[in-house]
């Protein structure tokens, strides 16, 4: 399994960007994807997952973030728009496959103010 994020940078308050995360080595239609950060000094945490046919957020992106997915191209991505300051961190994704989490190397965001 190997998970490459792409997309993050320096962005301003108000405004978007928009993460990918190539999978390879398994059937990635079947499988729960998700997308975490990690702030400095603080935990990772999740922002949004994917199960296939259902999705679900953190409360704090609801309604400004959206997962989604392009099986043909084993492609995830994360639409963030109207950033926030405190949506500064390192973001990766997650693939939970046969029992296992598999994590990317991570693509910072920073939202400057």
């Known amino acids: 399994v190997q998970l490459v994020e792409s997309g993050g940078g320096l962005v301003q308050a108000g405004g978007s960007l928009r993460l990918s995360c190539a999978a390879s080595?398994?059937?990635?239609?079947?499988?729960?994807m998700g997308w975490y950060r990690q702030a400095p000094g603080k935990q990772r945490e999740l922002v949004a997952v994917?199960?296939?046919?259902?999705?679900n957020y953190a409360d704090s992106v609801k309604g400004r973030f959206t997962i989604s997915r392009d099986n043909a191209k084993n492609t995830m991505y994360l639409q963030m728009n109207n950033l926030k300051p405190e949506d500064t961190a390192v973001y990766y994704c997650?693939?939970?496959?046969?029992?296992?989490?598999?994590w990317g190397q991570g693509t910072q965001v920073t939202v400057s103010s």
């Open positions: 997650n693939a939970y496959v046969r029992t296992r989490d598999y």
């Open positions: 080595g398994f059937t990635f239609s079947i499988y729960t």
């Open positions: 994917d199960y296939g046919t259902t999705t």
